[in-house]
DNA sequence: TGCACGGCTGAACGCACATTCAGCGGGCTG
DNA sequence: CAGCCCGCTGAATGTGCGTTCAGCCGTGCA
């Protein structure tokens, strides 16, 4: 709780909600937990979002709109990657959609740059995608070679070995 | 259920256990699920394992033993592999000295190898540590690129991507 | 001033789950 | 053959969690 205190309580709950699931997923975080650190009452929480699931599917919304429009590696969008990763590797019946578009978009950003041609440019942004999201996902462990949450750096380590490979 | 039809009721449910979890999660699976998956009663599984937490820890060090075995990539690797993979994205903090563990391994298979110099080679290796588990915690995305389930593949594309870089 | 409405709470309910327990059957040992 | 251990089961128990519900309080509107 460092930002957000001057939201709205449906606000506050969502994003307490985003953190918590990234942090914790799905199955792992009961409604009330998320409730105790918006500093609101569970019913509240099914008030505004009906159900759990409904919570979840407005947390989806908002991080799929989040990274929509971010393209810069800002603070809260860590969050958001973190809570997306999550997601996926949890829920990955319901985030394939968004999987496929965040590959497509990948492949995309390639095909504009100057990188070396491949058999297979969609396979290979699919692995770049996997990575990334890996990378968030295992956050709480690399947060021990780097510093703790430091995703600049880490994201400058990862691109370093993707652009030059591991062998000169 | 292909295979271990002759194990001991014990190792038929530890096989189940492994694979549930790294399918659903840990608290996204009942040991009543896992039960079923072993064709034997929810009460044995705590009859063998004292509970569900002795279970996981059970499965942990079967997963160690395999891992610390098996260089190459076989069969029933893979599902280790993804079990360790949902392991350390769900319960970073117990697996913690795991995570290490491959890091150093994997640190020092590239100092053996003619891979060029970096400023820091452990963080570096915990970089691809990451990455490797990554490809497994999404698997189920990756698998509508390759084959489902098509490792070997991935595997490949994931190397040539290491080795040669994005770019020429 | 009175009234309706929306944000919000705490208690109550029901369910799914982990865990406990009493007991069954079959093979082994005395 | 008798007794016992052990793998194993099904029912019982307790608990945490999602959800429901009756009602409170403050604000804005008539």
Known sequence: M???EDLTARARIRDAAVRRFGLDGFAGTPIKRIAADARVSAGLVVHHFGSKQGLIEACDAY??????VAEQRTEGNHEVLAYLARAMVERSADTAPLFDQMVA???QAL???EARDTTDPKQRAA???????GGYALRAHLGRYFGEADFEHIGRAMSEILTKGLYS
Chains 1, 2 share one sequence.
Request: proline share 0%; glycine share 0%.
């Open 63 to 68: 991080a799929i709109a989040f990274a929509e």
């Open 2 to 4: 460092r930002f957000s």
């Open 111 to 113: 095909a504009e740059s």
């Open 105 to 107: 978009r990948s492949e």
């Open 127 to 133: 692995v770049l995608v996997a990575m990334e999201l």
